[in-house]
């Protein structure tokens, strides 16, 4: 994209912008002094990174560490410079033209993101401490400013890019021979296909799992009672993970250049040997091996290790590039709606966001448990300090966020009455009740044992996130009333058996039954078969009552069990009930498509039925219409065959099959005969005719 695309902004603001987007980024006609920048760029990039080389030699670190500290803060400077003054006029970018935060959309950018962190670890040691050794390696990521400059050529060599997204496996050649159809399968199992086995999906499940269980051993690794008390555990199983990434990585070389986008060039494997994933798999590998070839630092090498968590950009980006497809049209807002909430335009992102804060809420309530036991706490202070910052930032940005877009709900139309009865719903109150306990430190001292306990409250969070919780909430709503009545029969049989078994054994017990509220004391754990034994009746009127008492508990507390219960299976009727209508009115006219199944499935979804009861309730409300399911179905396509239609219709159908599938699909309309229609779904692989 050319800066000459975008219109010349008037005003002076809005041309000293334009001119320094001129200055700053690549344009057809840019001035000379673009050139110069650059070079000049590129050139300090090179000596800064040669620079921190050469300060790990501690004799030259020594010898000119005052000359160090000057050019590394000229440098971060400059850099700061650069980052702001692409900031100023990066928003002018024509892939921002239609956005509302442009400055925000290039902030974004991976490019953005590096310019941000080659500087913030400078400013980061004015705030917290950093051990300089951690700063020196943080410094390092200088070197990958230089990506702005080689990745277009690097793009154009690998042919990358989200274009050539759409390119599957069916557009390769038929395998020749045992060998490349080995490749061939492999290649079906280690790449994303529309056609991919359901090994394909086990594997990438089992990968991502490896990749954070391995990051979490290496961040508890940098815990040194950790690393002492478990070094040959952690050891064995970061080999083991290293193993896996690496027969990983050789099954991906060992097939990538089938890629259909490698068609017709040369030194394919090379090609995809330096695309980005492929590198990143590559260097996540390389230090455990190099460590038989050159002694390096054990702390040089975990940092190397956490490279790991950016092979789930294999996974996440294909999602992310959907989602922004899905949202090319619609507003900042709009599409920050859609990833917090699911709706026609999340596409996977939204899942996977609810996932990572799941995720999230999990350690952090992990965290608060095991931060109340004293020795583990005195071990690992600082981290617990800094992981509960880290959970209060981001369940803070989502709470404000959530709040933020609840106008594009439909529900909440008004910008501010919309969002005030927003942030009084339960889930609202839960999001702001967990991180209320941190900002409250900021005002007013607060028992740290109260604070602990009251930021386990973030466990509701996962509420949100649950479909199960959701029915428990709208059972337990639904059926208020006549919890309210079982409740409060029970509140009258304990205060009339608790009043009378103070007038029975008051004077046997004056230090038991002190009062009437110490006698309901008893009678609680009475009726709710508990007996703890630390109160008893010991004259035998108070043991007759007390015998009477166990046996109404029983009834008394099994009532508010049953009202549930009943509660439950009236919910399931009704889910089930609202799924078969729209079932029917899906197959009202004897077809399903792939987009209306993909309705039902999300409706299923809502309703938190599972496959098995999708399955169960679409055959049932089948059944009401007459609709019966057959054996061959083409492939993106549910067809219905009406009585008048069906002989012609059949015959089209069977002509391409073998004679073992025409006599399966035959015995089935068979049976379907006196119905009024067919639902033809389960496909059936067409196979050549044997001679």
């Known amino acids: 994209m050319e800066a000459e695309d975008i219109e010349r902004p008037s005003g002076m603001i809005g041309r000293a912008r334009y001119e320094l987007y001129r200055v700053m980024f690549e344009t057809k006609n840019a001035p000379k002094i673009h050139h110069y920048f650059d070079q000049f760029i590129m050139g300090l990039i090179v000596m800064s990174v040669i620079a921190i080389l050469l300060e790990h030699n501690d004799d030259i670190h020594e010898m000119f560490h005052w000359e160090f500290a000057l050019f590394d803060r000229i440098s971060v400077i400059i850099f700061t410079f650069e980052y702001v003054g692409r900031l100023l006029c990066g928003g002018l970018s024509p892939k921002f033209k239609d956005k509302r935060f442009g400055t925000l959309s290039y902030a974004l950018t991976p490019m953005a993101i590096l310019d941000f962190l080659v500087v913030v ?302 942030m009084v719903g339960p889930t609202q109150i839960i999001d702001l009740l967990s991180v209320l306990p941190f900002y409250l430190t900021l005002f007013i001292q607060i028992d740290l044992r109260f604070l602990r306990v009251m930021r386990l409250l973030r466990i509701l969070k996962l509420t949100r996130y649950s479909t199960a919780m959701t029915t428990v909430i709208e059972v337990i709503t639904e059926e208020l009333p006549s919890l309210g009545a079982a409740l409060f029969v029970l509140m009258l049989i304990t205060i009339f058996s608790a009043s009378v078994m103070y007038l029975v054994e008051h004077e046997a017990q004056p230090d038991k039954f002190t009062s009437i509220p110490m006698a309901m004391y008893w009678a609680i754990i009475t009726l709710t078969s508990i007996g703890y034994g630390d109160i008893f009746p010991v004259t035998p009127i108070g043991q007759f009552l007390t015998m009477i008492m166990a046996c109404v508990g029983l009834g008394m507390i099994a009532l508010p069990t049953g009202i549930l219960a009943t509660g439950f299976n009236e919910k399931l009727r009704k889910r089930a009930e609202a799924f ?78 073998t004679l073992r599938h025409k006599s399966i699909l035959l015995a089935r309309l068979a049976i379907s005969l006196p119905s009024h229609s067919i639902i033809v779904e389960e496909p059936v692989p067409l196979e050549p005719e044997k001679a």
């Not at 026609?344 to 095991?370: N, P, R, T």
Request: some cysteine.
């Open 121 to 422: 670890p400078f400013y980061l040691t004015f705030i917290i401490e950093l051990d300089l050794r951690f700063l020196r390696i943080l410094r390092l990521l200088r070197i990958l400013k230089l990506m702005r400059f080689i990745l277009p050529a690097w793009q154009e060599f690998c042919v990358m890019g989200p274009e050539h997204a759409d390119r599957h496996l069916e557009e390769l050649e038929p395998a020749k021979g045992w060998f490349g159809k080995i490749r061939n399968f492999v290649y079906r199992i280690m790449f994303e296909t529309p056609n991919a086995p359901k090994f394909h999906h086990i594997l990438d499940q089992f990968i991502i799992g490896l990749i954070v269980a391995s990051v979490i051993a290496i961040v508890l690794e940098h815990v040194d009672a950790i690393h002492e008390a478990y070094h040959d555990q952690l050891a064995l199983f970061d080999q083991v993970s290293v193993i896996f990434f690496t027969i990983e990585y050789a099954l991906r070389l060992f097939c990538a250049d089938l890629n259909p986008i490698y068609k017709g060039k040369k030194w394919r494997l090379l090609r995809y040997m330096l695309t980005p994933m492929a590198l990143l798999d590559f260097f996540v590998v390389v230090p455990f091996y190099l460590t038989f070839i050159i002694d390096l630092d054990l702390r040089f090498l975990r940092i190397l290790r956490l490279l790991r968590i950016f092979k789930l950009a294999r996974f996440l980006v294909p999602k992310w590039l959907e989602f922004k497809e899905l949202n090319k049209d619609r507003t900042f807002r709009q599409q920050l709606y859609s990833m917090l909430n699911e709706d026609d335009y999340s596409g996977e992102i939204q899942h996977i966001i609810d996932v990572a804060l799941v995720g999230l809420i999990f350690f952090s309530v992990v965290a608060v448990v095991m931060e109340s036991v004293e020795e583990i706490h005195a071990v690992m202070e600082f981290e617990f300090h800094y992981f509960d910052r880290f959970s209060v930032f981001v369940f803070s940005a989502e709470y404000v966020l959530r709040v933020f877009t609840a106008v594009e709900n439909p529900k909440t139309p008004r910008p501010v009455l919309g969002r005030l009865r927003y």
């Open 580 to 657: 078969k209508e729209l079932v029917e009115e899906k197959a009202r006219d004897g077809v399903i498509t792939d987009e209306e199944q993909k309705e039902l499935d999300k409706k299923a979804h809502e309703l938190g039925l599972s496959k098995a009861r999708e399955k169960q309730f679409e055959d049932e409300a089948f059944k009401e219409m007459g609709l019966v399911r057959a054996a061959a179905r083409t492939p993106g396509l549910a067809v219905s065959f009406e009585p008048d239609d069906r002989i012609e219709a059949i015959i089209r159908m069977i002509e391409p099959m």
